[in-house]
Nanobody, 126 residues
């Protein structure tokens, strides 16, 4: 059973930075797509960024140029470096994974991913 555990959230002022981590365990397939999603109060969950095993990444337009997704394969850890944070980035952030390669629709249709972490709060104040 794949398990995902997020860490690194918190509160920061606008313009600041945070780095989220997601430690993965229990993988049974050699290839996984992993990603970050977020959900603000009263809003739908949305894709932030995804990355597949070879390291190809895709981003939501709202975070391009500010957020960077990466991973440490040896440690089975996914990261999200968030710079130039804005109040509208405030949300619960979730790590997710799905066996196989990433497909672009994962950013739009989050329910296609089978494995999810418990989520971690990110709050950006103005």
């Amino acid at each position: 059973q794949v398990q995902l555990v997020e860490s690194g959230g918190g509160s920061v002022q606008a313009g600041g930075s945070l780095r989220l981590s997601c430690e993965a365990s229990g993988y049974t397939y050699s290839t996984y797509c992993m990603g970050w999603f977020r959900q603000a109060p009263g809003k739908e969950r949305e894709g932030v960024a995804i990355i597949d095993s070879p390291g190809s990444a895709s981003y939501a337009d709202s975070v391009k140029g500010r957020f960077t997704i990466s991973k440490d394969k040896d440690k089975n850890t996914l990261f999200l470096q968030m710079n130039s944070l804005k109040p509208e980035d405030t949300a619960m952030y979730y790590c997710a994974a799905q066996s196989g390669y990433c497909i672009s629709v994962y950013l739009r249709f989050w329910s296609l991913l089978n494995y999810w972490g418990q989520g971690i709060q990110v709050t950006v104040s103005s």
